[in-house]
């Protein structure tokens, strides 16, 4: 049982426009929920994290959006560059605890030049 | 300030060998965290540990486990190797302050193809 989806594995965008990159969640008890990049060869980057308090978080050219009534978060990146070409994982975890994060199976963005 | 560092990068044993990953986290951060990587499920969580103890479990079977030192570098083994355990084993550490949410850094992660 999944209860992490990205639903698109893949997703192109050109240069200088939005990407909009979605998650979607099955277990209400996550209360954390964290945006993670990924290059070949290297071990996930943290990006930016959101809280359920929360229902919206920004860090620069990344925005996260939680919509807790359903269990729908979003990433959007303004604008698109093409060193953001990278597979994009959402994270949650549960309790207070991001100790245990549960994945979902990524996106693969292409930002197009 | 020096990342978190797996060793080794790459590995190939044989089915029913047995097989010992290094982690070390990054100075200060106490608690480790290990996760499989494979194509069809994905990243999953096998366990976490904090000050030598194994805090968190995910649903591996017991031929994975794993050790905390006391300087937080951290060790998982998997006996009696299945071909389906092939996958990027990824470590991640956090500071675990007690405080707000710790946000977990991963290592480039330890290739593992089981032949």
């Known amino acids: 049982d999944q209860q992490v989806k990205q639903n698109s594995p893949s997703l192109s965008v050109q240069e200088g426009r939005i990407s909009i990159l979605n998650c979607d969640y099955t277990?209400?008890?996550?209360?954390?929920f964290l945006w993670y990049k990924k290059y070949p060869a290297e071990g996930p980057t943290f990006l930016i994290s959101?809280?359920?308090?929360?229902d919206k978080n920004e860090d620069g050219r990344f925005t996260v959006f939680l919509n807790k009534s359903a269990k729908h978060l979003s990433l959007h990146i303004v604008p698109s560059q093409p060193g953001d070409s990278a597979v994009y994982f959402c994270?949650?975890?549960?309790?207070?605890?991001?100790?245990?994060?549960?994945f979902g199976k990524g996106t693969l963005l292409t930002v197009n030049p | 300030k020096a990342g978190v560092t797996q060793t080794p990068r790459y590995l190939i044993k044989t089915r029913g060998q047995q097989v010992t990953l290094s982690c070390s986290p990054i100075?200060?951060?106490?608690?480790v965290s290990w996760y499989q990587q494979t194509p069809g499920q994905g990243l999953q969580f096998l366990f976490e540990y904090f000050s030598e103890t194994q805090r968190n479990k995910g649903n591996f079977p017991g031929r994975f486990s794993g050790r905390q030192f006391s300087n937080s570098r951290s060790e998982m083994n998997v006996s009696t190797l299945e071909l389906g355990d092939s996958a990027l084993y990824l470590c991640?550490?956090?500071?675990?302050?007690?405080?707000?949410?710790?946000?977990?850094?991963f290592g480039p992660g330890t290739r593992l193809t089981v032949l």
């Open positions: 100075s200060g951060h106490r608690s």
């Open positions: 994270a949650a975890s549960a309790g207070g605890s991001n100790y245990k994060l549960t």
């Open positions: 277990n209400s008890m996550f209360d954390y």
């Open positions: 959101i809280s359920s308090i929360k």
């Open positions: 991640a550490s956090s500071l675990d302050s007690g405080g707000a949410m710790d946000t977990q850094y």
